[in-house]
T-cell receptor, first 111, second 112 residues
Framework: GEDVEQSLFLSVREGDSSVINCTYT??????LYWYKQEPGAGLQLLTYIFSNMDMKQDQRLTVLLNKKDKHLSLRIADTQTGDSAIYFCAEMYSSASKIIFGSGTRLSIRP | DGGITQSPKYLFRKEGQNVTLSCEQN?????MYWYRQDPGQGLRLIYY???????QKGDIAEGYSVSREKKESFPLTVTSAQKNPTAFYLC???????????FGSGTQLSVL
């Protein structure tokens, strides 16, 4: 079935790297996305990766895709207090032509 | 500035009442979506529309209704048939179906 799984919480020290992991089920997914949600706000698209790519880097963000294991990760370098938010992984589930979201990972930053 | 506007930010519903959540976009996007977000859960798709005057049910459409009379607007009505309406409702749009989604700032609906 269609499913995207993420751990619910992650706590990191300010200045360290954060790595948020996600697993998905649809091996024919074309796009995978990372969204950020701050409290009481909508979701903001952070980055996305096409399924024929292994890695994408955008400033402090690095996305790694392991298609064999259906595993996606988001690395945030030099994590800052402004990075505190919920991060959602999403896949375009091609067989049903819709986007499936994970439950979100709440990232908290320790001083 | 282009974007998606949801209103109101907070909404309260009385027992047996229908309420309508507004969603307007000026991005010239064809596709629009309504999602429901409950604490600790991912987003669940309520309804979506690929073009004007056409819409389809998502995974949890029961107790909700929508209309798409204009490209810019996709209002969601939460009917009295929806027995557990308390949630955060998010509207989104994309240029075409299931491309990158752009989200509004959400409406928090609570029951009095």
């Amino acid at each position: 079935g269609e499913d995207v799984e993420q751990s619910l919480f992650l706590s990191v020290r300010e200045g360290d790297s954060s790595v948020i992991n996600c697993t998905y089920t649809d091996s024919s997914s074309t796009y995978l996305y990372w969204y950020k949600q701050e409290p009481g706000a909508g979701l903001q698209l952070l980055t996305y990766i096409f399924s024929n790519m292994d890695m994408k880097q955008d400033q402090r963000l690095t996305v790694l895709l392991n298609k064999k294991d259906k595993h996606l990760s988001l690395r945030i370098a030099d994590t800052q207090t402004g990075d505190s938010a919920i991060y959602f992984c999403a896949e375009m589930y091609s067989s049903a032509s819709k986007i499936i979201f994970g439950s979100g990972t709440r990232l908290s930053i320790r001083p | 500035d282009g974007g998606i506007t949801q209103s109101p930010k907070y909404l309260f519903r009385k027992e047996g009442q229908n309420v309508t959540l507004s969603c307007e976009q000026n991005l010239n996007h064809d596709a629009m979506y309504w999602y429901r977000q409950d604490p600790g859960q991912g987003l669940r798709l309520i309804y979506y529309s690929q073009i004007v005057n056409d819409f389809q049910k998502g995974d949890i459409a029961e107790g909700y209704s929508v209309s798409r009379e204009k490209k810019e607007s996709f209002p969601l009505t939460v009917t009295s048939a929806q027995k557990n309406p308390t949630a955060f409702y998010l509207c989104a749009s994309s240029l075409t179906e299931n491309e990158k989604l752009f989200f509004g700032s959400g409406t928090q609906l609570s029951v009095l």
